[in-house]
């Protein structure tokens, strides 16, 4: 047998309970941690029911449930900026926190599960689309999940979508990634934006400043889309009309040539 042994071989690893009774974190908080994908799953497992994990966890679960409480940061925020590996600087968590209250005061308040939002006309082969293209992520799982928040108001309008008749075939779910795409390379100029512009000189009005940017961002983008549908419309039309008559001519001159 070798004489070093692997990290967690070498670390003493905990229960559920004592990672809980070290972090102050109730044991129910960090299963939701886990199904949310913010902590690595289980150091060892030696049956369903009983799962060890590494003690250095402790920092990590702290520091999520300081940002949920000091700075109000939905989980989905926190995900992606751990993801990304951005440090929380003083500017960024302001700025982050800001936005979060945006976004919470303008979601749905309540809350719906699986089996209440598929009565309601979402079909299930959309809410597994969304799923997984991580447009809505549910607490819980299985029969037990729950839809709140932005997510909620993302079904609720497909479920609409659907009710007028526009089906699968007109408006398949799987061309939200298009648009996901295409929202993301706006979001990240937005960001980039205010962070270049904004965050160097807004001083103590950080905060304000970017909960002012975030609405007023929202209907700038709504105004100048509306801006842009009728010119955008025709020069669809243009270029379709202009693939058509070079389609003729080319239809024309090949019949020509075979007489």
Same mark, same amino acid.
């Given at each position: 047998?070798?004489?070093?042994?692997?990290?967690?071989?070498?670390?003493?690893?905990?229960?559920?309970?004592?990672?809980?009774?070290?972090?102050?974190?109730?044991?129910?908080?960090?299963? %939701?941690?886990?199904?949310?994908?913010?902590?690595?799953?289980?150091?060892?497992? !030696?049956?369903?029911?009983?799962?060890?994990?590494?003690?250095?966890?402790?920092?990590?679960?702290?520091?999520?449930?300081?940002?949920?409480?000091? %700075?109000?940061?939905?989980?989905?925020?926190?995900?992606?900026?751990?993801?990304?590996? %951005?440090?929380?600087?003083?500017?960024?968590?302001? !700025?982050?926190?800001?936005?979060?209250?945006?976004?919470?005061?303008?979601?749905?308040?309540?809350?719906?599960?699986?089996?209440?939002?598929?009565?309601?006309?979402?079909?299930?082969?959309?809410?597994?689309?969304?799923?997984?293209?991580?447009?809505?992520?549910?607490?819980?799982?299985?029969?037990?999940?729950?839809?709140?928040?932005?997510?909620?108001?993302?079904?609720?309008?497909?479920?609409?979508? #659907?009710?007028?008749?526009?089906?699968?075939?007109?408006?398949?779910?799987?061309?939200?990634?298009?648009?996901?795409?295409?929202?993301?390379?706006?979001? #990240?100029?937005?960001?980039?934006?205010?962070? !270049?512009?904004?965050?160097?000189?807004?001083?103590?009005?950080?905060?304000?400043?970017?909960?002012?940017?975030?609405?007023?961002?929202?209907?700038?983008?709504?105004?100048?889309?509306?801006?842009?549908?009728?010119?955008?419309?025709?020069?669809?039309?243009?270029?379709?009309?202009?693939?058509?008559?070079?389609?003729?001519?080319?239809?024309?001159?090949?019949?020509? #040539?075979?007489?």
């Amino acid at each position: 047998m070798s004489a070093r042994k692997s990290k967690s071989e070498a670390t003493e690893l905990v229960k559920m309970s004592t990672l809980a009774k070290l972090s102050g974190v109730p044991a129910a908080t960090i299963k %939701h941690y886990l199904r949310e994908g913010l902590l690595p799953p289980p150091a060892k497992r !030696t049956s369903r029911n009983m799962a060890f994990y590494d003690p250095e966890l402790v920092s990590r679960i702290q520091s999520i449930k300081a940002l949920q409480r000091e %700075h109000f940061l939905p989980l989905k925020v926190i995900k992606e900026m751990m993801e990304e590996g %951005h440090a929380m600087v003083d500017s960024e968590a302001t !700025t982050a926190a800001s936005i979060a209250k945006v976004l919470q005061r303008s979601a749905p308040k309540q809350s719906r599960s699986r089996a209440e939002l598929l009565e309601s006309g979402v079909a299930e082969g959309d809410l597994e689309m969304m799923k997984s293209l991580r447009l809505v992520s549910p607490d819980g799982s299985g029969s037990e999940e729950e839809y709140s928040g932005d997510d909620l108001a993302l079904l609720r309008l497909l479920g609409r979508a #659907r009710k007028v008749g526009i089906s699968p075939e007109m408006l398949p779910t799987n061309i939200l990634a298009d648009y996901l795409e295409a929202i993301r390379a706006l979001v #990240r100029t937005e960001l980039a934006l205010f962070r !270049t512009g904004v965050v160097p000189l807004a001083g103590e009005s950080l905060g304000d400043l970017a909960e002012d940017a975030t609405e007023l961002s929202e209907q700038l983008v709504v105004l100048i889309r509306r801006r842009l549908l009728l010119p955008t419309l025709r020069q669809l039309e243009a270029e379709s009309a202009g693939k058509s008559k070079t389609a003729k001519k080319r239809t024309t001159k090949a019949a020509s #040539r075979k007489r």
